[in-house]
């Protein structure tokens, strides 16, 4: 009804105030979480930029585009977000293994 209207009409007006310290919402429990989500990515795609090969492009082209994968609101957006951590520690793993291999072969190589 006409209240509600006026309800969204302040809201889209206090948009302005996203990100700053005037934000209402910015010390719930979700923007924390998501800040959180937005400084691992950062460390992520460091990360990837130090050690990117091409053996392991396929792999790093998949763990930096996980983010993506995280959508909706709520419960809807922390189940895909936990879904994401889980493929994203696989990922990793999967990267250490290989350099894993890698090393391994070059200490094979200098002892041959």
Do not use: C, N, Y
Request: hydrophobic fraction near 45%.
């Amino acid at each position: 009804g006409p209240a509600m209207r006026r309800a969204f009409a302040l809201l889209a007006k206090m948009k302005r105030l996203r990100g700053t310290v005037l934000d209402p919402f910015a010390r719930t429990e979700e923007r924390r979480w998501e800040r959180a989500l937005i400084t691992e990515f950062e460390s992520d795609v460091e990360r990837v930029l130090r050690e990117l090969d091409a053996e392991r492009l396929a792999l790093a082209t998949e763990l930096l585009a996980l983010p993506q994968r995280i959508r909706g609101f709520g419960h809807v957006k922390r189940a895909a977000g936990e879904q994401v951590t889980r493929r994203r520690e696989a990922l990793w793993r999967q990267w250490e293994q290989g350099s894993v291999k890698e090393m391994d072969a070059s200490r094979e190589a200098a002892l041959a």
